[in-house]
């Protein structure tokens, strides 16, 4: 097993990602905003993964061990809290939605690092406040620990645009469609449409920040129509897979 590293500082710092580029796995005393002002980025942890465009930040907790990954070229910010000031009382990953003002005060914030002054102090206070009020969105995908629950999201991570239904899925695994149901409720916290959802939104972002064209993506993440894919998209993420396209450089 790899050695987790331990960074007893969050970094407050801009960094690039080129596109597949990773950060393996490591731990921080404080906890960590971060946002992908191009680009989109995965946070993994042993429970699951979080995905994020320009419009989501994610929060990452003291002492979680995690992994970075980028999909397309992707600046990054990261800024570190204090570990007692946890101003949204999460003890896991969240993902946020975040407001043009948010988005300037991280951009702000990870500009230069923390040198204690009055003018520092008074900007992370607004950006904690801001924090607090940001909407936390549904942009994960929790990792299954049931043996057929874990076989069922296999089979759609392989192919996210298997048609099959929950039932059809069972078959295949050797589980009835009442026991998977009750799995993803129980286990995951969301039910089996809503984690396909959550997959194939996690791939259409990949494959949009690799420059894919809206209808291929559609099609090759299970919508039946280009239509179909862009009505989801913008209720996920406020605005249609064309107009995230040209916002990423």
């Known amino acids: 097993m790899p050695q987790i590293r331990h960074m007893p500082q969050a970094p407050t710092r801009t960094q690039v990602l080129a596109p597949g580029e990773r950060i393996d796995a490591h731990r921080h005393d404080d906890h960590q905003i971060v946002y992908a002002g191009s680009g989109v980025l995965a946070v993994t942890t042993g429970t699951g993964t979080w995905f994020a465009p320009g419009t989501r930040a994610i929060w990452i907790p003291a002492?979680?061990?995690h992994a970075h990954l980028a999909h397309g070229r992707t600046d990054l910010h990261l800024?570190?809290?204090?570990?007692?000031a946890n101003p949204l009382g999460?003890?896991?990953?969240?993902?946020?939605?975040v407001s043009p003002l948010l988005r300037e005060l991280v951009l702000a914030g990870t500009r230069t690092p923390d040198d204690g002054s009055p003018?520092?102090?008074r900007l992370l206070a607004v950006l904690v406040d801001q924090l607090r009020a940001a909407p936390r969105e549904p942009a994960g995908l929790p990792t299954p620990a049931d043996p057929r629950l874990r076989a069922v999201c296999d089979l759609l991570r392989r192919d996210c645009a298997d048609p099959r239904t929950l039932a059809e899925l069972?078959?295949?695994?050797?589980?009835s469609e009442r026991t998977l149901s009750r799995l993803f409720?129980?286990?995951l916290g969301m039910t089996f449409?809503?984690?396909?959802?959550?997959?194939?939104?996690?791939h259409a972002l990949r494959l949009l920040a690799d420059g894919l064209g809206v209808t291929a993506v559609a099609h090759r993440c299970g919508w039946s129509s280009a239509s179909a894919f862009i009505d989801v998209f913008r209720r996920a993420y406020g605005t249609t897979p064309g107009s995230h396209r040209r916002d990423r450089p």
């Open 63 to 65: 002492g979680c061990v």
């Open 79 to 84: 800024l570190g809290l204090p570990a007692e």
């Open 90 to 97: 999460l003890d896991r990953p969240a993902v946020l939605a």
């Open 119 to 121: 003018e520092r102090r």
């Open 170 to 175: 069972g078959a295949a695994v050797g589980a």
């Open 185 to 187: 409720t129980h286990d």
């Open 193 to 202: 449409t809503q984690w396909r959802t959550q997959l194939r939104l996690y």
